[in-house]
């Protein structure tokens, strides 16, 4: 069976600043590892995802993440966050033949 | 492209009542569906899928139901609903196998006084 653990609940930064978001899964096969992004009262969003292939994936927004399968983790990094990234992040896994798992998510507080 | 349409935006519904939420979608044909519930302060939970017209599947036990009537429909039901049932509902559909991810409606809030 898969799981995924998102460390932080919140994880508060300054504006300008880098941020990382800790993701971290275990699974006994292949995994497809995702990031989405749900700003206040609206749907879930794509930021990046990881299928295969290069281990620094580019996202949407300025994010990047990177595979790595040694320590099954795939944190999410930004070199310098703006207010217009407050939001909730979710971190999901799936494997094949089997559902997409979720983080609990961590809420990005960006302050001034 | 995909587009994903809920409706109700916002309900807010008395306890023992009745619940049907909508979802629909666009520029896709036999999508795996699926609905997710986010209760204040806590993180997605699934409650059912679908792979196809008639077919569901849930995945927790509670007063809430699923139907795929069409192939491109999915609607969320309750015959009474309890104070629980607060919340952000998500409809989600997945995309190709190849991509694997899921694309998320813009949601329904709910609240249950």
């Known amino acids: 069976a898969q799981s995924v653990t998102q460390l932080d609940s919140q994880v508060p930064v300054f504006e300008e600043a880098p941020v990382e978001l800790r993701c971290n899964y275990s699974s006994s096969v292949s995994v497809y590892l995702f990031w989405y992004v749900q700003y206040p009262n609206q749907g879930l969003q794509l930021l990046l995802k990881?299928?295969?292939?290069s281990t620094l994936v580019k996202g949407i927004n300025g994010f990047e993440a990177e595979f790595n399968k040694s320590q099954t983790s795939f944190h999410l990094r930004k070199p310098s966050v703006h207010i217009s990234d407050t939001a909730e992040y979710f971190c999901?896994?799936?494997?094949?033949?089997?559902?997409?798992?979720w983080g609990a998510g961590t809420k990005l507080i960006i302050k001034p | 492209s995909q587009t994903i349409h809920q409706w109700p935006a916002t309900l807010v519904q008395p306890v023992g009542s009745p619940l049907s939420l909508e979802c629909t979608v666009e520029?896709?044909?036999?999508?795996?569906l699926y609905w997710y519930r986010q209760a204040a302060g806590r993180g997605l939970q699934l409650l059912f899928y679908?792979?196809?017209?008639?077919?569901i599947s849930s995945e927790v036990p509670q007063n809430l139901s699923a139907s795929r009537p069409q192939d491109r429909q999915f609607i969320l039901s309750s015959k009474k609903l309890l104070l629980s049932d607060s919340g952000f509902y998500l409809c989600a559909l997945e995309g190709t196998r190849k991509s694997n991810e899921q694309f998320f409606g813009p949601g329904t809030r709910l609240t249950v006084l």
């Open positions: 679908s792979v196809g017209i008639g077919q």
């Open positions: 999901a896994v799936k494997a094949r033949n089997y559902q997409l798992i």
């Open positions: 520029g896709t044909s036999n999508p795996n």
């Open positions: 990881y299928l295969s292939g």
